[in-house]
């Protein structure tokens, strides 16, 4: 049996929370709780989450809209 490893093509797509939290100024416990309750699509390796990048940057508009973790260079 073992683990099972995502396709090479996933991998590209896939940020753990602290790398999201570096990428997009969100706190990585926020990025959890979203990852959680099915906000962002994610993967779970044990006690790591792998955030899906198009949805972690969907959430991060979102909430920047909002005022929230406002950053300038999100697109």
């Not at 706190?27 to 906000?39: C, D, I, K, S």
């Not at 994610?42 to 920047?64: M, N």
């Amino acid at each position: 049996m073992g683990t099972s490893t995502p396709p090479p093509h996933e991998v590209d797509n896939l940020l753990t929370t602290s790398q999201a939290s570096a990428e997009y100024g969100i706190p990585a416990r926020t990025l959890q709780g979203a990852a959680r309750r099915g906000v962002i699509s994610s993967r779970r390796v044990g006690k790591t989450f792998l955030l899906d990048r198009a949805s972690v940057a969907i959430y991060a508009r979102t909430h920047t809209s909002r005022g929230r973790y406002a950053r300038k260079d999100i697109a």
